[in-house]
């Protein structure tokens, strides 16, 4: 068969890319070797927000009686938590199933791998081979978990999130290694289900791509909801014990030991397309080079997603990647920004960001304001019961740069900073629109005019 695109993988990089392609009038294929969705929707974003909501509605309820509201006896059910989940990712994916079918993309259930220029070979899941056509072809084969080689990692009761998120355990000891945006919001589920949680990190500091004032925020946090945080944490070896697990560490110099009856090992994903090809596709650090249309160093072969190198791996990043390559195979204009891409933490409250953060505008010597607010004086949030803080930076001309939320409703927040960051909306500008009460937006407007002066 002869197409104008294949794209292969068919996560949110991928289908994205071939319904954009479809509406631009190409003749698109997609395949998959596993399951439609790809990590977000099957073992990533979605599952662990369903979770996350869970966790959150439990905690809710057992602070009912703050609320006025009396709620006894409430406790998690594993298996209907596992019965919510398969239900949430089974409808969701049959909705894409739907949706591809019902745009003309043909879906191809099988392993894909580039023959030659122009040419894709599907290993089909019934043995067959069938070679695929096309004048470009889209790798969006997305990552999976990496695993360091620490002795004991493949003991069992030692997960990745794919197995800890299939398997749902229930845990009374979870220890996770690794407090990057997947480590600390399972430890957010499992602190919520009533585990005792330790998240080991080997760097200063939990979530290391954040700013270091909303990692010290979150850190506070999860020691007030009894997290423990051990930074600067090396870990040696995971061995099994009467009890159940230990995992050993140093912490510095000095070896320590922690019980467990699940470890969780979230260091990272990793993505390659080692085999994929038979071109050597610049790459950088096992992550693909690409320009800003998203093409490789190999002509009409183009990557999207957690593979391409320098962007977050974010399941909006594949979405926009995929839909700006779209376009370039297409030979038309995408306005879709890459340089402004928000990033949430779904912890309790959120985190996001968007931009320059403080530390950075600091460190580009540039002139540039912050504007803060204490969400424990916003009504909403007080009603909610949750505090944090907001931030917004401004340069030196008073035009919004970057925007950062630990807070109710964060995850909406950011967008409106976005929008405003990439419209070059002043705080001036920002400030003057009327926003409702009480919301938590409300203080949006209130940060923004903390970077006005006003005359007296
Ligand atoms: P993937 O989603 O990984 O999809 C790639 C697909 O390609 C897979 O289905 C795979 O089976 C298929 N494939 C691979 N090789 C081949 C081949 N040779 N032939 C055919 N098919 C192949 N991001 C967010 O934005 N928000 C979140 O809240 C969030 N939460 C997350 C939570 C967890 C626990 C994890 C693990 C990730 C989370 N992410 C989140 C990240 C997000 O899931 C990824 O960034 C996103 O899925 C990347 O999309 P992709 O299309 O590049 O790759």
Redesign the pocket.
């Known amino acids: 068969m002869n197409y104008d695109i294949i794209i292969?993988?068919?996560?949110?990089?991928?289908y994205s890319c071939a319904l954009r392609a479809v509406q631009y009038g190409l003749r698109a294929a997609l395949?998959?070797?596993?399951?439609l969705?790809?990590?977000?929707l099957n073992?990533?974003?979605i599952p662990?927000?369903t979770l996350l909501f869970a966790a959150g509605l439990l905690s809710s309820m057992k602070q009912g009686a703050r609320f006025g509201v009396a709620a006894d006896n409430v406790r998690p059910d594993y298996e209907a938590l596992r019965a919510r989940c398969a239900e949430v990712t089974g409808q969701l994916r049959n909705g894409l199933t739907k949706l591809l079918k019902q745009q003309k993309v043909d879906v191809y259930a099988?392993?894909?791998?580039v023959t030659a220029a122009g040419e894709v070979t599907v290993a089909c899941a019934d043995g067959t081979e069938t070679v695929l056509t096309a004048g470009d072809i889209v790798l969006?084969?997305?990552?999976v978990?990496a695993v360091p080689p620490i002795p004991g990692a493949d003991l069992a009761g030692v997960y990745t999130?794919d197995t800890l998120?299939s398997d749902l355990p229930e845990l009374s000891r979870l220890v996770i290694i690794g407090g990057g945006?997947?480590g600390t919001?399972f430890a957010e589920v499992y602190r919520a289900l009533g585990a005792e949680v330790t998240v080991i990190e080997a760097m200063p500091r939990i979530l290391p791509p954040m700013s270091a004032d909303l990692a010290r925020h979150l850190a506070a946090d999860f020691r007030k909801k009894g997290v423990k945080v051990i930074a600067k944490a090396s870990v040696t070896e995971i061995v099994r014990t009467d009890g159940g697990l230990a995992v050993r560490y140093t912490l510095a110099d000095k070896p320590q030991e922690i019980a467990a009856d699940g470890v969780l090992i979230a260091t990272g994903?990793r993505a390659g397309v080692a085999g994929?090809t038979p071109f050597a596709l610049k790459e950088d650090r096992r992550r693909v080079v690409v320009d800003e249309h998203c093409r490789t160093s190999e002509p009409h072969v183009y990557a999207?997603?957690?593979?391409t190198a320098g962007f977050p791996?974010?399941?909006?990043?594949?979405e926009a990647q995929g839909k700006i390559a779209a376009a370039a195979v297409a030979g038309k204009a995408s306005a879709i920004r890459l340089d402004l891409i928000p990033s949430?933490v779904?912890t309790r409250p959120e985190i996001a960001s968007v931009g320059v953060s403080e530390e950075e505008a600091k460190a580009s010597g540039a002139p540039y304001k912050v504007g803060r607010a204490m969400m424990g004086a916003n009504a909403k949030s007080l009603i909610a019961g949750e505090a944090g803080y907001m931030k917004l930076i401004a340069d030196g001309e008073g035009r919004l740069i970057g925007a950062e939320f630990q807070c109710e409703e964060a995850s909406n927040l950011v967008s409106e900073a976005t929008l405003a960051i990439a419209a070059g909306l002043t705080a001036e500008t920002f400030a003057s629109i009327v926003r409702p009460h009480p919301s938590v937006e409300e203080a949006m407007g209130e940060t923004a005019e903390g970077l006005l002066s006003f005359e007296k």
């Open positions: 292969i993988g068919g996560g949110p990089g991928g395949i998959e070797k596993d399951l969705g790809g990590t977000c073992r990533g974003c662990t927000k099988g392993e894909g791998r969006a084969t997305g990552s978990p999130s998120l945006v997947i919001e994903r994929l999207i997603g957690d593979i791996q974010l399941a909006h990043t594949a949430v779904y």
